[in-house]
C-alpha cells in the first residue's frame, strides 16, 4: 500500500475508513444479526466488529470482502428495482 505523503492525504484516508465503518454498522443494523454472527459471516472471525470499533485498519481485500458481504446481503435499492 501506498504511503501517505500529505496530511490531505492523510485525511482523506481517514474518512474513507470511517465511511467504512459507518457502512458496516448500519449493516449490521439492519440485518438484525448479533454482532458475533455478523463478524463470522462478514469476516469469517468473531473479533471483526471488536477489531473495527478499536480502530483497526484492515487490508484492502479484507476491507473487500466486506463490502461483498454486505452487497450481497443488502436488499436491493427502490430505484434497482423494475416497476
Known sequence: ??????????AALAEGLSGFQELVERHL?????????YSVEAYGSVDF????RAGRNFRMDT???V?????????????????
Open 67 to 83: 463490502l461483498g458481504y454486505i452487497s450481497r446481503t443488502s436488499p436491493p435499492s427502490p430505484s434497482t428495482i423494475d416497476a
Open 1 to 10: 500500500m501506498k504511503e501517505v505523503t500529505t496530511q490531505q492525504e492523510a
Open 29 to 37: 443494523a439492519e440485518s438484525g444479526l448479533s454482532q458475533t454472527r
Open 63 to 65: 476491507v473487500a470482502r
Open 49 to 52: 466488529m471488536r477489531l473495527l
